[in-house]
């Protein structure tokens, strides 16, 4: 998902959705993100909700709203149910007063593991 705030009106609200899970488990939400702006100024708020069982949004289970510069950073975050309920995760971007900037995520994943023990994680082998 990304937004040019120059674009939209002052608190209009981009949102993605990802696919209702349904699994009884914890899973990591593994993604990256991107607030930036010409001036450095904030460009608005990035939201991740949660809707259980089709209900309606709940409030942010994360949020930035600070300038990160030009660089991409990632954000990991566990998101746990129980049988027999569902939940949808919702990325939800939401314009400030900025006049010009980009709020961004890329590089979605939904890990059927909790966070940090990811199976890319492994012991450093010196060869030579």
């Known amino acids: ?18 696919p209702v899970m349904k699994e009884n488990d914890t899973h990591c939400i593994d993604f990256n993100y991107l607030l930036t702006s010409p001036d450095g100024s904030s460009p608005g708020t990035l939201n991740v909700l949660v809707k259980v069982n089709k209900g309606p949004l709940a409030n942010p289970i994360w949020n930035v709203t600070s300038y990160t510069g030009k660089d991409w950073l990632r954000a990991e975050l566990a998101v746990s149910t129980f049988w027999p309920n569902q939940y949808q995760v919702i990325f939800e971007a939401e314009v400030s007063d900025s006049k010009a900037g980009f709020i961004a995520i890329d590089d979605i994943q939904v890990l059927s593991y909790p966070c940090g023990e990811s199976s890319a994680r492994r012991q450093l082998v010196v060869v030579g």
């Open 1 to 18: 998902m990304f937004v040019d705030v120059s674009q939209y009106d002052v608190g209009e609200k981009a949102r993605f959705q990802l």
